[in-house]
T-cell receptor, first 114, second 114 residues
Framework: DAGVIQSPRHEVTEMGQEVTLRCKPI?????LFWYRQTMMRGLELLIY????????DSGMPEDRFSAKMPNASFSTLKIQPSEPRDSAVYFC????????????FGEGSRLTVL | AQSVTQLDSQVPVFEEAPVELRCNYS??????LFWYVQYPNQGLQLLLK??????LVKGINGFEAEFNKSQTSFHLRKPSVHISDTAEYFC????????????FGAGTTVTVRA
């Protein structure tokens, strides 16, 4: 079975540029999560969706960050404009309603903003 | 709100020796507890979970954890580690309600040496 698929795996960009990270959740999963991992702050939940609807975006750092889920098989996390402090590994994860807390993670997108 | 404390940031251990990773949580209500593992350059994957019932939980790769309500702990153990167990381990907690927000600890890096 295909797992959670994220792209790109690595992104290097310059400050001020727009960054778009993509995620394809596992088919049949109705929850999708975006996490950010840094050495300083560990794993932070940015936003999560249920049935394509954003449920909680209280972890989104600021207005430069936005996330969408236009359908059950695709989500994007966009940073515009990007800043060096956004450098991190961004993980997408999905799960099913009946399996609370059992998240399936993608391999992550490592973002470096110069 | 619930929180998770992992008491050890780094645990070096020799191959075939036992290992214990400590996790304490704080919550005013009952919670579900999880251990996740992250191998280098990969996403997290579920090792084991405690929802209810037996306080000793067995997971994948020979790991087990014991829920201790009086001590609010959920320590992870393995009787004999392998080089391949070198990874970062995360304890996590979630409320057994409609809140799907996993709270992760800061992580414990386990380095297994021959």
């Amino acid at each position: 079975d295909a797992g959670v698929i994220q792209s790109p795996r690595h992104e290097v960009t310059e400050m001020g540029q727009e960054v778009t990270l993509r995620c394809k959740p596992i088919s049949g999963h109705d929850y999708l999560f975006w996490y950010r991992q840094t050495m300083m702050r560990g794993l932070e939940l940015l936003i999560y969706f249920n049935n394509n609807v954003p449920i909680d975006d209280s972890g989104m750092p600021e207005d430069r960050f936005s996330a969408k889920m236009p359908n059950a098989s695709f989500s994007t996390l966009k940073i515009q404009p990007s800043e060096p402090r956004d450098s991190a590994v961004y993980f997408c994860a999905s799960s099913r309603t009946e399996n609370t807390g059992e998240l399936f993670f993608g391999e992550g997108s490592r973002l470096t903003v110069l | 709100a619930q929180s998770v404390t992992q008491l050890d940031s780094q645990v070096p251990v020799f191959e075939e020796a036992p290992v214990e990773l400590r996790c304490n949580y704080s919550s005013s209500v009952s919670v579900y507890l999880f251990w996740y593992v992250q191998y280098p350059n990969q996403g997290l994957q579920l090792l084991l979970k405690y929802l209810s019932g037996s306080t000793l939980v067995k997971g994948i790769n020979g790991f087990e954890a014991e829920f201790n309500k009086s001590q609010t702990s959920f320590h992870l153990r393995k009787p004999s580690v392998h080089i391949s167990d070198t990874a970062e381990y995360f304890c996590a907690v979630i409320l057994p309600s409609n809140d799907y927000k996993l709270s992760f600890g800061a992580g414990t890096t386990v380095t297994v040496r021959a």
